[in-house]
């Protein structure tokens, strides 16, 4: 789960990291309220979750109440690449004498835990990382072991942090590993961290991704996980406790296994069709998952055929066959269907499927095959 | 030969009373694997059909001489259970469950490599390890494999394991070992590990590889094949047409930036001397051919 800044704000104060005093606003009113208890300048910043939200207008520093409603008004409501800002963050403004960059991530290929730090914060790291790639310091950090203070502060003075703000930095840090770690953080990111006028070092703003996998042992997620936003298939979806994703194209895809539905995805592909989803059932086919899988499919207007791609292992093809036809009784599809089943009784399996007679089911023995019939259908359909 | 498990293969299935745990502890066993015992805490002392149940693995290994285990617990359970097996000494763990927290998972990783280096885990979120004919732990049904070689398998997919394994058997290509690596971020075994032992394994002649997007396991394999591997390899990259920043089912399948794409994978591959194949299907074609030529 990717956290808006403003929640970002609220994991990090769980924690004891210092940010700007603020608060959130959903309407022009709250926010002119929020900036006049945060104190002008204000800042004003689009909660959305995608990066250069400062360029396309999301960020504006407000020197009184009149412009705060001027601001507030232009960004509530804005499109920023697609996302739509229903809440702002509004915040004091900050002196500001430097922008630091830190943060701690899983490093999938060391499979240990990575500091990332450097004194040039403030812009993207990835460009830092092209541009000036010896400005980063990384320290691996095994995870049975941790991180110890002397170890962030040779990080800190490798990263050439100025030394008023050596020791704040490292304060931050320490801090900040304890959140990745206690909070189950798959990135706990500070750009900019900075340096005030005043010698002080705070986070001036909040990069958090956390682990769905360990929401069982964090209950204080909940008011977070509300906020998620999925179109209205995908929150269907996933109601029904399948693994779907929406995508944009005209072929309807239903698999077991995440790369079994990957692979149909690329197949549909290949022979000239686009996937209109992913869509994994997980280790069954029961008619119940089935039904569930077509019922959330049926609701996407794009979808011009639907291909079923089972691979049968434990799970019998013709007990995936009967749950089909089950399934089939149940939903009305728009679209017909094309179904591949292989692996344990698959004969059995296209010999039950080739009984129901009827012309919008077809039944096709390889996966290329299947794809193939699918995109025809789908492509005439459009 | 085989990789990993083989006849003398001698198995623990820790979360044998539950369901899970007892569908495939009993499937395996039905399949020849030397199902030896299972362990739940409370509930030594009782029996699964006839597999004798124990409190701890200590005792287990103690008593029945067990050389493996398999796990088949809930997340929440599954970083101590793979711990307790390498502390009562098995040499390989099998962790069949999904959904275990990242820092869990990265955790008892290290702890494996650090203090225990002679117990190779397998997994987590992966269908597991089957030498046809011979063992089968995990999920893998046992049915679609053809004993003898002398295909390896490597995956990080569970249902692409069963489309590879099946494409060869349908045209009497046998395996020696097949491996679900697993997709989560962390794997305990990866493709190298599996590629190493496959090297040194006198019965498999060629490696049929299944790669997905995410992470840059499959292009570090790339560059062990250039320069540790001598036989044939296919490969299929799975996720071609992903879109980047959407996990794809597995923990591990996903695109940040440019990282984890699939075709900067199969360069990788290519370059490397792979046959790589658009989809699975073409990949077994590929296979049954290099196999036929020999």
């Known amino acids: 789960m990717d956290l808006f800044e403003y929640q970002g704000k609220q994991f990090f104060a769980q924690y004891g990291i210092a940010t700007s005093p603020g608060g959130v606003a959903d309407t022009v009113d709250e926010a002119v309220a929020q900036a006049d208890a945060a104190g002008y300048p204000a800042v004003i910043k689009a909660q959305v979750q995608v990066g250069g939200r400062g360029k396309a207008g999301g960020i504006k520093i407000a020197n009184n109440a009149d412009e705060a409603r001027q601001y507030a008004s232009a960004i509530l409501g804005m499109d920023i690449k697609g996302h739509l800002v229903k809440r702002v963050w509004v915040e004091r403004s900050s002196d500001i004498k430097k922008e630091y960059y830190a943060s701690y991530t899983l490093d999938r290929g060391a499979k240990k835990y990575l500091l990332?730090?450097?004194?040039?914060?403030?812009?993207?790291?990835?460009?830092?990382?092209?541009?000036?790639?010896?400005?980063?310091?990384?320290?691996?950090?095994?995870?049975?072991?941790?991180?110890?203070?002397?170890?962030?502060?040779?990080?800190?003075?490798?990263?050439?942090?100025?030394?008023?703000?050596?020791?704040?930095?490292?304060?931050?840090?320490?801090?900040?590993?304890?959140?990745?770690?206690?909070?189950?953080?798959?990135?706990a990111e500070i750009n900019p961290l900075i340096l005030n006028t005043d010698g002080k070092v705070h986070a001036l703003d909040a990069k958090v991704s956390l682990d769905d996998?360990?929401?069982?042992?964090?209950?204080?997620?909940?008011?977070?996980?509300?906020?998620?936003?999925?179109?209205?298939?995908?929150?269907?979806?996933?109601?029904?406790?399948?693994?779907?994703?929406?995508?944009?194209?005209?072929?309807?895809?239903?698999?077991?296994?995440?790369?079994?539905?990957?692979?149909?995805?690329?197949?549909?592909?290949?022979?000239?069709?686009?996937?209109?989803?992913?869509?994994?059932?997980?280790?069954?086919?029961?008619?119940d998952t089935m039904s569930a899988a077509l019922e959330v499919i049926n609701t996407d207007d794009k979808v011009q055929a639907v291909l079923v791609n089972i691979f049968g292992g434990i799970v019998r093809c013709d007990e995936v066959a009967k749950g089909i036809?089950?399934?089939?009784?149940?939903?009305?599809?728009?679209?017909?269907?094309?179904?591949?089943?292989?692996?344990?009784?698959?004969?059995?399996?296209?010999?039950?499927?080739?009984?129901?007679?009827?012309?919008?089911?077809?039944?096709?023995p390889t996966m290329l095959q299947a794809a193939k019939r699918a995109v025809e259908l789908a492509n005439r359909g459009a | 030969m085989s990789i990993f498990v083989d006849e003398n293969t001698k198995v623990i299935v820790q979360g044998l009373t539950g369901g899970q745990g007892r569908f495939h502890g009993l499937r395996n066993r039905d399949y020849g694997t030397k199902v030896v015992a299972g362990v739940t805490p409370g509930k030594g002392g009782t029996d699964v059909d006839g597999i004798p149940v124990f409190d701890t693995m200590e005792e287990a290994v103690a008593i029945t001489g067990a050389n493996a285990?398999?796990?088949?617990?809930?997340?929440?359970?599954?970083?101590?259970?793979?711990?307790?097996?390498?502390?009562?000494?098995?040499?390989?763990?099998?962790?069949?469950?999904?959904?275990?927290?990242?820092?869990d998972e990265a955790y008892f990783y290290n702890l494996l490599a650090n203090d225990f280096p002679g117990t190779r885990l397998i997994g987590p979120n992966c269908p597991g390890i089957i030498s046809p004919g011979k063992c089968n732990i995990g999920i893998t049904s046992g049915s679609i494999a053809l004993p003898g070689g002398p295909v390896g398998i490597v995956s990080r997919s569970g249902t692409l394991t069963y489309q590879a394994i099946h494409e060869l058997s349908q045209q009497n290509v046998g395996q020696t070992t097949c491996?679900?690596?697993?997709?989560?971020?962390?794997?305990?075994?990866n493709f190298i590990d599996c590629l190493a032992a496959f090297e040194a394994d006198p019965e498999t002649k060629a490696v049929l590889m299944i790669g997905e997007i995410g992470g840059s396991e499959e292009e570090k394999a790339a560059a062990f094949i250039a320069d540790h591997f001598s036989k044939p390899v296919v490969a299929y990259i799975a996720g071609q047409t992903a879109p980047a920043g959407k996990k794809m089912g597995h923990a591990g399948a996903i695109i940040s930036g440019s990282q984890g794409t699939a075709s900067a994978k199969m360069e990788a591959l290519t370059a490397a001397g792979v046959h790589v194949a658009p989809n699975p299907t073409v990949a077994g074609q590929m296979m049954v051919d290099i196999v036929r030529a020999f």
């Not at chain 1, 490798?158 to 590993?177: C, M, N, P, T, W």
Request: hydrophobic content about 45%.
């Open chain 1, 116 to 187: 990332m730090l450097s004194a040039q914060g403030g812009v993207e790291i990835e460009e830092v990382a092209k541009t000036d790639p010896d400005a980063i310091v990384y320290r691996h950090i095994d995870p049975t072991k941790g991180i110890s203070r002397a170890e962030i502060e040779d990080a800190v003075a490798a990263a050439k942090i100025d030394q008023e703000a050596r020791s704040g930095v490292a304060d931050v840090l320490e801090l900040l590993y304890d959140a990745f770690l206690k909070g189950d953080a798959d990135l």
């Open chain 2, 69 to 103: 285990s398999f796990v088949s617990v809930p997340p929440r359970f599954a970083g101590d259970a793979v711990l307790e097996a390498a502390r009562a000494g098995v040499s390989l763990v099998v962790c069949i469950t999904e959904f275990i927290p990242a820092k």
């Open chain 1, 325 to 364: 036809i089950e399934a089939l009784k149940r939903v009305e599809l728009r679209a017909p269907i094309v179904i591949r089943l292989d692996g344990t009784n698959a004969e059995l399996a296209r010999e039950i499927l080739a009984e129901q007679g009827s012309d919008s089911v077809i039944v096709e």
């Open chain 2, 179 to 189: 491996v679900g690596i697993g997709g989560d971020p962390v794997p305990g075994t």
């Open chain 1, 213 to 287: 996998n360990a929401a069982y042992r964090h209950s204080e997620w909940a008011d977070w996980q509300a906020t998620v936003e999925y179109d209205g298939r995908e929150k269907l979806a996933k109601s029904k406790g399948l693994n779907y994703i929406g995508l944009d194209g005209t072929v309807g895809i239903i698999a077991n296994g995440a790369g079994l539905a990957m692979s149909t995805l690329d197949v549909v592909n290949q022979v000239g069709g686009s996937a209109a989803n992913f869509l994994d059932l997980g280790g069954g086919a029961s008619a």
